[in-house]
């Protein structure tokens, strides 16, 4: 079964600067990657995919995924104390579940 | 943006008793979803549905019903509740199968098992 584990548990970075999250999976066959990002008391929200290997970028966020070497990451550039959440990285081998992982804590320190 | 609404927000229940967690999306999507969320163990799938009439078993479904009576509406129901429950609860609702599509989540439920 899909197993996706994030690192680190927890990231602090000052305001401006870049925070890395790292995500691995198991299945070869997955085939669908997302970032979400979670602010506290509310619900998971998308905040962007990748399904192909390489980079994506969409503004200050840019996620890379690497399907042979079973990893994907996400990098915040210039980041914002709005950005202190905790955020999630799911993968999907085309079946109805979507997996997540545990989940990296990051504070923004002003 | 898709809505997904979750009652009730907060709910204490006793061990043994029955508890009904509900939520409507006004999105006319086909999948909706119920996940679990613990420290260290992220969003884990309970049950989810592709349609009213349907409900399918995830990755820890014991001790877990699921209901779909219409489109709109898919209720999680504990018919035993055990301490082991305590949780957030939440609802997800998404327009396509197979992962490619946004889930679109509810606020949660924080539920207490004494």
């Known amino acids: 079964q899909q197993k996706v584990q994030q690192s680190p548990e927890s990231l602090i970075v000052p305001e401006g600067g870049m925070a890395s999250l790292n995500c691995t999976f198991s299945d070869r066959n997955s085939q669908y990657f997302w970032w979400y990002r979670q602010h506290s008391g509310e619900g998971p929200k998308a905040l962007m995919?990748?399904?192909?290997?390489g980079d994506k970028k969409e503004g200050r966020f840019t996620a890379h995924l690497n399907k042979a070497s079973l990893y994907v990451s996400l990098h915040i550039k210039d980041s914002q104390p709005s950005d202190s959440a905790l955020y999630f990285c799911a993968a999907s081998s085309g079946s109805w579940q979507l997996i997540f992982g545990s989940g990296t804590q990051l504070t923004v320190m002003p | 943006e898709a809505a997904v609404t979750q009652s009730p927000r907060n709910k204490v229940a006793v061990t043994g008793g029955k508890v009904t967690l509900s939520c409507n999306q006004t999105n006319n999507h086909n999948n909706m979803y119920w996940y679990r969320q613990d420290t260290g163990h992220g969003l884990r799938l309970i049950h989810y549905s592709y349609g009213a009439g349907s409900t399918e078993k995830g990755d820890i479904p014991d001790g877990y019903k699921a209901s779909r009576p219409s489109q709109e509406n898919f209720s999680l129901i504990l018919e035993l509740a055990t301490p082991s429950q305590t949780s957030v609860y939440f609802c997800a609702s998404g327009d396509a199968a197979g992962g490619g599509g946004t889930l679109y989540f509810g606020a949660g439920t924080r539920l207490s098992v004494l």
């Open positions: 995919s990748i399904f192909s290997n």
